[in-house]
């Protein structure tokens, strides 16, 4: 009686270690980013976009020929980088949060939609090198929502803006320092003209 009871326990100290630790779980698939060669962690990433991609939920892409480099086009209008693109806002390591001192840039880009009702705008949230794929992924859109909610307080009506988050995929500096990782941490506005 003795033995069984003993049995008895063992079997259930097993129970327990195997409830404490867990079973191994099948990982979660990753779903495949914008511009992604599927199945390569890490692998290259190709320049083009398959016709009739996505750039994020919901947001359907005409990207001129298939170079999403380029975004010429969006939302069938087409893209002008040049025109706002001294008043990329830069933020602080692992931060969303607009900046003080970078709020200039974002009053100006506001009087430049104010002052053309016609327009839309692209906000690009990028970031430095270190952290995830997946985590720098999802601090870049929250960098490029809270531009956007910045302009939305400014008063633009919210439906002329869109958002994409490129992550770390698409540095300004390639270096591996400080000072490369700061000019990396930013948001870029993109103006969207009628064509």
Request: hydrophobic share 35%; charged share 25%.
């Amino acid at each position: 009686m003795n033995s069984s009871k003993l049995t008895y326990l063992l079997i259930c100290a097993v129970a327990a270690s195997l409830a404490a630790t867990g079973c191994k779980k099948k990982p979660t698939p990753i779903t495949p980013l914008p511009g992604a060669r599927a199945g390569v962690p890490g692998g290259e990433r190709p320049s083009e976009l398959p016709e009739g991609g996505r750039l994020g939920p919901g947001e359907p892409v005409s990207t001129g020929g298939g170079a999403l480099a380029g975004l010429e086009e969006f939302e069938g209008m087409l893209a002008d980088r040049a025109a706002l693109a001294a008043h990329t806002v830069h933020f602080d390591f692992d931060s969303a949060v607009v900046k003080r001192s970078e709020l200039p840039h974002v009053e100006a880009v506001a009087a430049a939609l104010k002052a053309d009702p016609n327009v839309k705008l692209l906000i690009e949230g990028h970031c430095d090198e270190r952290g995830t794929e997946e985590y720098n992924r999802a601090l870049g859109e929250r960098r490029a929502l809270a531009l956007r909610e910045a302009l939305v307080k400014r008063g633009i009506t919210p439906v002329r803006i869109r958002t994409i988050s490129y992550g770390e995929d698409r540095p300004v500096d390639p270096g591996h320092n400080e000072e490369a990782w700061a000019k990396n941490r930013r948001g870029e506005f993109i103006l969207l003209r009628p064509k």
